[in-house]
Structure formats: structure tokens, C-alpha cells
């Protein structure tokens, strides 16, 4: 299942008219004739696949409270296109919607979220990578210490916060506060080549109010599939243009300022985490649902192969790849290595490593992407079997 992304943008909202019919409740899947010539175009393996789309879109709110600028990214759901179109009008008053997919909005917080309960029944709203500094919740430039600050007397209608891809949930566990909260985490559907990469695990009925029970009431609600937040861009801190990384704890040695030029450093995830921390790290509530960290395909295919995970090579092996074993996180996560070796011996090391967490990460700050990597780049590839 998909979110369709950016449904406030007049245009995408007419092609989603256009092309969406509805599946089962709250959910959409695409027209007959349009999904025939799609499937035409994928590996026999996947053409088959049973996809369904909910309505959704990344929203930024920029607005002063407490003395201070707060700019917050949220995940808008609605459960059909009435309920969109509502909330199109209300926010079409405050913003142009017509300049961007995910629309900004000079509206509080707390108010975005009135106007989605307001919308229609069962229309939600989950805060977007809520640790990262720019744009998060809890982000070091212009979030917040609480969600309760965030949203006021509306708090108890937020229910799931999504990780971002510079954390994953044993971090998130670290803060006594977000043990009522459903972790999620979610692909940017702005970067196609990754979407589902990052994905939530559900083990409920295939329809748009079983999976908001599911994130209500954490009963349905199975874990999440996330990145090694390390590879985030947020992920420690730093001073990109220096090119000075550090931990939190030389950060706090150095009063958050780049050693080179003097400035502040742009202080990460796992900064803030230790700022609001009040548990140790390797602490999990009672109850947490699991989450595993892994790496893309196309990723480990183009370290396999001694090429960008973007280039035409990696990606005939890729399709190649799916087209004899299934979708890509079945590969990474079930297929068996004895199997995956059939096809390709330095995959399947790869893989087993990754299953192992046998990777080594070189932690992404300041809008530099951190590096997973499986083998060492000195590694001969040809001494591994």
C-alpha cells in the first residue's frame, strides 16, 4: 500500500480523480486499463502484486511561537476525496496550493491539526521525521521539547510519529514521553527511486480504518522496515561546508561551534535524542513494536558491482535480480542466502552480512547522507567465497 502524496496540489488532485477507483474502504487502487499497461512494463514477478493507494501529503507549516520560528512537516490522511477536497478548501485560504506539492502554510501547528479532524471521519494527521533540525517536531531549529507543546490541548488526537529516515525506533524508545505513540516511518513519495524503502508493517484487514485502528490503538500496528539511521543526513552533528563531523559529545565540548569557521554546527538526531533522553541506550518499553534496519538493493548490488546504485548496470542486475527471487525487501529479508547465491555469491554475502548487521557506517551530518557499506572498500570481493 502507497500514499499517494501531494493531494493538496490542484493538478494531482484531478489526476488522482482520474485514475483512482475505489478498493476496499478508505483505499484506492488504479483504474483497470491504466494498471494492465503498468503491469505490462514490470519484472512477471511483481506485475501480479496486489497494490492499493491512500490519500496522503507531507504538509509544512512555518509560524512564530515562544519567541521562536517553528517550521514542522506533518503526514496528512483522508479517507476519501470529499474529505480531501475539504480540507483543499480550507488550506487553498492560507497558502497556494498551485506552487508545490507539499504546500506551506503559515498556520499553527495545533490549527493544521483542527482542520484535519475537521475534514471527515477518520481523517488523521502523524508528524513527519520528528527528529530531523530543520523541519521535525523535536528538531534543534525550530521545534519543539514535547509534543504537547506542539499541539495543545489537541494532543490526544496524535497517535503515531514517524521516525525519519536519521532514526529508527530504539532511539525514539530512549524518551519515556513517546512510549503512547506508534512508531511509523515512511519513503519521501518525492523521491520515487526510494519509495518503499522505508515502510510500516501492518497485520490488520486491508482497509484504510483497520490501519488507523491499528496506529490508534498499537493492536495490528507490526513494526517498521528503516534505514540504518545513520545513513539519514541528519543523523550527528556537523558543518557540512567545513567538512566537520562530530558526536554529541564532542559537539557539547566545543559549545556547538565548527572548529574551522567559528559558526554553529548543525546539531543532528542523535544530539537532540540525548538531549531528551531520560533512559539508556538498549532500553525497549514493554510492548514496543520491532523494527529491522536494512540497506537498499540497488544499493548493495552497485557495491557488489563496483557501481553507483543509479546506473543502468545496477539497475538491469536490480530487475534482473526481482525478476528470478521477487520484490526487492523479500530478497533482503526472506529469501534464503543458499538461494540467493544460485543467482549471485557475492549478493548473498552481502546479504548475510546485512542480516547480521555486519555493516560499517559512516554517519551522515549537516545534509551530507551517511554510508552503509557491506564489504571494505579494500576488500577483494573475489576472496570472500
Known amino acids: 500500500m502507497l500514499g499517494t502524496g501531494d493531494f493538496t496540489h490542484p493538478a494531482w488532485f484531478e489526476q488522482l480523480r482520474e485514475n483512482l477507483v475505489p478498493a476496499e474502504p478508505g483505499l484506492f487502487r488504479l483504474g483497470t486499463e491504466l494498471d494492465r499497461d503498468i503491469s505490462r512494463t ?5 506485475a501480479a502484486a496486489q497494490v ?3 490519500l496522503s501529503v507531507e504538509i509544512s507549516t512555518i509560524y512564530r511561537q515562544g ?3 517553528r517550521k514542522i512537516h506533518h503526514l496528512v490522511y483522508m479517507p476519501d476525496f470529499e474529505a ?6 480550507g488550506l487553498g485560504k492560507v497558502a497556494d496550493l498551485s506552487s508545490d506539492g507539499r504546500p506551506i502554510v503559515s498556520l499553527d501547528s495545533r490549527d493544521l491539526l483542527e482542520m484535519t479532524l475537521s475534514s471527515g471521519d477518520g481523517a ?8 530531523t533540525p530543520w523541519f521535525g517536531v523535536f528538531g534543534s531549529k525550530s521545534g519543539f521539547d514535547t509534543i504537547e507543546e506542539c499541539y495543545g490541548d489537541l494532543t490526544d488526537h496524535i497517535f503515531a510519529l514517524e521516525t525519519g529516515l536519521s532514526s529508527d525506533p530504539a532511539m525514539n524508545w530512549r524518551v519515556s514521553g513517546l512510549d503512547r505513540y506508534r512508531l511509523v516511518s515512511y519513503s519521501d513519495a518525492h523521491s520515487p527511486p526510494i519509495v518503499g524503502r522505508e515502510t510500516t508493517v501492518f497485520e490488520t484487514e486491508l482497509d484504510y480504518f483497520s490501519i488507523l485502528d491499528a496506529l490508534r490503538t498499537g493492536n495490528g500496528h507490526a513494526g517498521t522496515i528503516e534505514f540504518f539511521p545513520e545513513e539519514g543526513k541528519y543523523h550527528v552533528d556537523g558543518h557540512r561546508k567545513c567538512g566537520v563531523r562530530m558526536d554529541p559529545q564532542e559537539t557539547r ?8 569557521c567559528g559558526r554553529k554546527l548543525t546539531v543532528g538526531v542523535l544530539s537532540r535524542v540525548e538531549d531528551l533522553a531520560d533512559r539508556p541506550e538498549g532500553f525497549r518499553p514493554d510492548g514496543a513494536a520491532g523494527f529491522r534496519n536494512l540497506v537498499p538493493l540497488p544499493e548493495i548490488v552497485g557495491e557488489v558491482l563496483g557501481f553507483g546504485p543509479k546506473s543502468k548496470k545496477v539497475g538491469a542486475e536490480v530487475d534482473r535480480l526481482t525478476e528470478l527471487m521477487g520484490p526487492e525487501l523479500a530478497i533482503l529479508e526472506l529469501v534464503p542466502v543458499d538461494e540467493i547465491a544460485v543467482h549471485s555469491p557475492q549478493l548473498a554475502e552481502a546479504v548475510g552480512r546485512l542480516r547480521r548487521g555486519e555493516v560499517t557506517k559512516e554517519p551522515g551530518y549537516d545534509g551530507e547522507f551517511g554510508t552503509i557499506r557491506v564489504f571494505e572498500p579494500d576488500e577483494p570481493k573475489q576472496t570472500l567465497f
Do not use: D, K, Q
Open 42 to 46: 514490470l519484472p512477471g514477478s511483481l
Open 52 to 54: 492499493r493507494f491512500m
Open 67 to 69: 519567541e521562536r520560528s
Open 84 to 89: 480531501a477536497e475539504v480540507l483543499n478548501r
Open 124 to 131: 488523521y494527521l502523524v508528524p513527519a521525521h520528528v527528529w
Open 253 to 260: 565540548l566545543r559549545g556547538g561551534i565548527c572548529p574551522v
